[in-house]
């Protein structure tokens, strides 16, 4: 079983910073990539961010220059800083980890982003 939680999503203005994490446990030895994937209403859910073991980083290009995603190998854990954030960034922020070549989600937390 592998466990995801993400914690800091919330309303923020447009133009303003948000910093998403999340914490990952149980059965996650050998796992690839961490990083992030988001849902906005109507829409499917797409990648935004992904940083692999070994530190190479990807970003989705509606994101690039705006968001940086970090990790911390010892603690398991991976963040999204988003800064500059538009009303098109307004979704369900999902982390994602990435182990035998199958992605596991989090539950999600709400960005809202006001114009």
């Known amino acids: 079983q592998v466990q995801l939680v993400e914690s800091g999503g919330g309303l923020v203005q447009a133009g303003e910073s948000l910093r998403l994490s999340c914490a990952a446990s149980?059965?996650?030895?050998?796992?690839?990539?961490m990083g992030w994937y988001r849902q906005a209403p109507g829409n499917q859910r797409e990648f935004v961010a992904g940083?692999?073991?070994?530190?190479?980083?990807n970003y989705a290009d509606s994101v690039k220059g705006r968001c940086s995603v970090s990790r911390d190998h010892r603690k398991n854990t991976v963040s999204l800083q988003m800064n500059t954030l538009k009303p098109e960034d307004t979704a369900v922020y999902y982390c994602?980890?990435?182990?035998?070549?199958?992605?596991?989600y989090g539950q999600g937390t709400q960005v809202t982003v006001s114009s």
């Open positions: 149980g059965t996650i030895s050998g796992y690839t990539a």
């Open positions: 994602f980890l990435r182990r035998l070549n199958h992605n596991y």
């Open positions: 940083i692999t073991v070994g530190g190479s980083t």
